[in-house]
Every structure is written in C-alpha cells, then in structure tokens.
Nanobody, 124 residues
Framework: QLQLVESGGGLVQPGGSLRLSCAAS????????IAWFRQAPGKEREGVSC????????NYSDSAKGRFTISRDNAKKTVYLQMNKLEPEDTAVYYC?????????????????WGQGTQVTVAA
C-alpha cells in the first residue's frame, strides 16, 4: 500500500518561493507517476504538475509553466515541487497523488493514492 505525506506548505509573500515535498512509503514507489494537484476554496481540484516513473515525462498546467519545477528522487521515495514567483492565485491546499504506470495527464480520477494535503497561502 502506497502512502503519501506532503510537507513544505506555509504562508509566503507574493513573489516568494516554497518547496513542497511528497514523501512516500511502500515498496513500489518507482512504479508510480506522481502528480501535484491543488484545490482552492470553492473551486475544483486541478492538476499542477506530474512526473512519470523515471522522470522522463513531465507536464505542467499553464499556470505552473515557467514558475514551478517538479522533480523526484526515487532513492528517497520523494517528489518535490519547487514553486517560484508565487501569486495570491496560487493559494490552495496542495495534494500529491500517485498513479501506477507512466502518465502524462493530470485527471484526478486517474490517480489512486492521495496525501492529506498541505496549505499554501500567498499573501502580503
């Protein structure tokens, strides 16, 4: 059973940076595509970025392109999301999720395992 735990959220000023981490437990981490999603109050959950099993396929939402960078360390069973130039519109709960195999898409129903989420608040 794969379990995911997010960390690294917090309060940051506009233009600032945060690095989120998604730590996995379970023996088959490198068989999973990992994605970051976010959900703001009153809005649907949306995909932010995903990275396939070996890091060879990476995808970003339009709002994340050029500002966020996803990476993974399979030895540490951890995926990172470096977020730069943060804007108030980035305020949301950020979730990591896992899907078995190689994916390049970020549809929530494709992902079977979810973390509890970490709050990111961008405000002056």
């Amino acid at each position: 059973q794969l379990q995911l735990v997010e960390s690294g959220g917090g309060l940051v000023q506009p233009g600032g940076s945060l690095r989120l981490s998604c730590a996995a437990s379970g023996l088959t981490f490198d068989m999973y595509t990992i994605a970051w999603f976010r959900q703001a109050p009153g809005k649907e959950r949306e995909g932010v970025s995903c990275i396939n099993r070996n890091g060879g396929i990476i995808n970003y939402s339009d709002s994340a392109k050029g500002r966020f960078t996803i990476s993974r360390d399979n030895a540490k069973k951890t995926v990172y999301l470096q977020m730069n130039k943060l804007e108030p519109e980035d305020t949301a709960v950020y979730y990591c999720a896992a899907a078995l195999g190689h994916l390049s898409t970020m549809r929530p129903y494709e992902y079977d395992h979810w973390g509890q989420g970490t709050q990111v608040t961008v405000a002056a």
